[in-house]
């Protein structure tokens, strides 16, 4: 034992002298201007070190430098500035004064890819002939990372495109080793911080930059993600998922398949791609068998009306703050700045509550003309099309949608947009409505458009239109009905005409039936006050006890309702009373005209005759 502890002891010994004696022998700032040579000869890009370079042997034989910056080929800024950099290197090739560097790590880096740190062309440079290219040899990959290692810490990224907004990716840790032919497997964590949303990012991936820059390839796996912040559901927005990514810089396009995603409880697959230029041009086709827009979309706060009894849809989530003098953005802006088209399928979407199947969506952007030829699904068997277009070109949205229902529960809509109506049935309608913001709220009060609307086998509660003139009827006269005691209205079909116009909706040519009754009617509904005034005249054919002249009148009179005030609290005024008034006007006339008829040749009857010829 005590042998063996002493041959340790010697060569801990040997290799602390081999290092000192490195460590005095060779001067790491000899190697300054070879690396400075070396990264100008290989990519035209030229590094600065600042301070003097160290030697670092524990754990791995390193070079330490101070603050270095990266700077491309007439770029105003540098690429790369970090605060320390560290370069590992192989101790064989030190004894001969050869550098052969294992891994490259940057801490405290900011990376810039903006238009300030691009390459540029030098201004005597000759200029080639437009539609021309300089030609290249076959095993010429232009600029590669030779580096066996890169380790990124603590970093930053600020990436921007052209005049647009700065993005910066943050806390960026980085780890990628790569062999011989170029196939690199990255690990890297970061988050990025924009709009007063916070995402964290994660992801370990394979890359094959062999071609780089003319072309790299990359298998993205492990890939988790979690968004939070203002506008945002309050658990936020986290997923995992994986997808093939490749760029092309001939055509400068970044295209990605195998698309993989979670989000919450929803799931996207697909594949796609984007050419970057002055105005850039995305193409997708996407999938899902579950998108849940409620747990991933904050929807518009239906203000409550003066009924005091609606209830905010969506979910609390911490407002973004107001900043002075900051600029106003326009609504739907952004669509502004890229061409593009999608092309989804989902097997189902949760919006508002209701459960869509077989969602198909064809859209196309040009600029700001926002094109939906193609928005259908079903809901609980019925169908429902919503084509339409959004215009920002002019600076102010206009939106126009050209709905079509067919056999929808009635029920469902009513409890998705917290209407505190009670009614049952399906809803068919075809329309054409028109306004600037799409939301719930910005429809009830600011749209406008037409449609036409049929409703079967309704049921509303609240009241019972049969029932409301019959007992009427029995309070005026002997007459009985048959016992009901439903307090809702139920027809098997209505139809009627609707106009939208800024918050009121007016019905036109109204047409009831059901087995019992019948009516016609007009009004108006004030979809932001909650109050309404309905003007009916309501014909009861069924329900009555025994057979009378009086009953066979009323089976074919209209009686006039009307029905108005707030929905919570609806007030009546029926004018039965005055029906049969007129009857028994009607009724003592006729039997006077019967009697002077009988008595036309006396006194009597012919005066009478002459008090009913009277106008």
Do not use: C
């Amino acid at each position: 034992m005590r042998r063996i502890l002493t041959t340790l002891m010697i060569l801990l010994v040997v290799l602390i002298a081999g290092l000192s004696s490195l460590v005095l022998l060779v001067n790491p700032n000899d190697f300054r201007s070879y690396m400075v040579k070396q990264v100008a000869s290989r990519s035209g890009y030229q590094l600065q070190l600042d301070g003097s370079l160290r030697w670092h042997v524990w754990p791995r034989l390193s070079i330490l430098s101070g603050r270095m910056t990266l700077t491309a080929p007439g770029a105003s800024e540098p690429l790369i500035r970090a605060d320390n950099m560290r370069l590992d290197v192989s101790l064989l090739p030190l004894l001969s004064h050869q550098l052969q560097v294992k891994q490259v790590m940057l801490k405290g880096a900011v990376v810039q890819l903006t238009p300030q740190t691009e390459a540029s062309r030098a201004v005597n440079a000759p200029v080639a002939p437009k539609g021309t290219s300089v030609p290249q040899e076959p095993d010429d990959r232009g600029w590669s990372f030779d580096i066996a290692g890169l380790q990124v810490v603590d970093s930053v990224l600020v990436f921007q495109h052209e005049d647009d907004e700065q993005l910066t990716i943050r806390d960026i840790h980085l780890q990628m080793d790569q062999d011989d032919h170029h196939q690199a497997s990255v690990d890297f964590s970061g988050r990025i911080n924009r709009d007063q949303r916070d995402l964290t990012l994660n992801f370990s991936a394979q890359v094959q930059a062999g071609s780089y820059p003319r072309r790299l390839d990359a298998e993205l796996s492990q890939l988790s993600w979690q968004l939070q912040g203002a506008e945002l559901p309050a658990q936020g927005i986290s997923g995992n998922g994986s997808l093939n990514a490749s760029w092309q810089e001939d055509g400068k396009k970044l295209s990605f398949s195998a698309l993989n995603l979670t989000a919450n409880d929803s799931t996207l697959t697909g594949e796609g791609d984007v050419v970057l230029g002055d105005i850039p041009v995305w193409a997708l086709n996407l999938q899902s068998d579950k998108l849940n827009l409620d747990n991933l979309l904050l929807h518009s706060a239906i203000a409550k009306g003066d009924s005091g009894v609606q209830k905010a849809q969506s979910a609390p989530s911490r407002p973004r703050p107001v900043i002075a003098n900051s600029p106003i953005v326009q609504p739907y802006s952004g669509l502004s700045s890229f061409n593009g088209t999608l092309a989804m399928v989902a097997k189902t979407v949760i919006w508002r509550g209701m459960t869509f199947a077989d969602v198909n969506v064809q859209a196309n952007n040009q600029q700001g003309l926002l094109s939906i030829p193609q928005l259908s699904g079903t809901l609980s068997g019925g169908q429902i099309s919503l084509p339409g277009a959004l215009d920002i070109r002019s600076g102010t949205p206009l939106a126009q949608f050209q709905p079509k229902l067919d056999n929808i529960p009635i029920d469902s809509l009513l409890k998705a947009f917290n209407y505190p109506i009670d009614m049952t049935g399906s809803l068919s309608l075809a329309g054409d409505f028109s306004g600037q913001l799409i939301d719930a709220e910005h429809f009830r009060r600011d749209w406008q458009g037409q449609a036409s609307i049929e409703m079967k086998d309704t049921r509303t509660e609240g009241l019972n239109f049969q029932q409301l003139v019959q007992q009427a009827v029995q309070r005026s006269t002997d007459i009985q009905s048959q016992d009901n005691f439903d307090s809702a209205t139920r027809l098997d079909r209505f139809a009627s005409d609707i106009d939208l116009d800024n918050g009121t909706m007016t019905f036109s040519n109204m047409v009831g039936t059901s087995s019992l009754m019948s009516l016609t009617g007009k009004g108006a509904l004030d979809l932001v006050k909650e109050t309404g005034d309905m003007q009916f005249a309501i014909q009861v054919t069924g329900g009555w006890q025994g057979q009378s002249r009086l009953v066979d009148i009323l089976k074919t009179t209209a009686i006039p309702l009307r029905v108005y005030g707030k929905w919570s609290e609806l007030n009546y005024s029926l004018q039965v009373d005055q029906v049969l008034r007129r009857h028994l006007q009607s009724e003592a006339k006729r039997r006077l005209n019967d009697w002077a008829e009988r008595n036309k040749n006396t006194q009597s009857g012919k005066d009478v005759k002459q008090l009913l010829d009277k106008p």
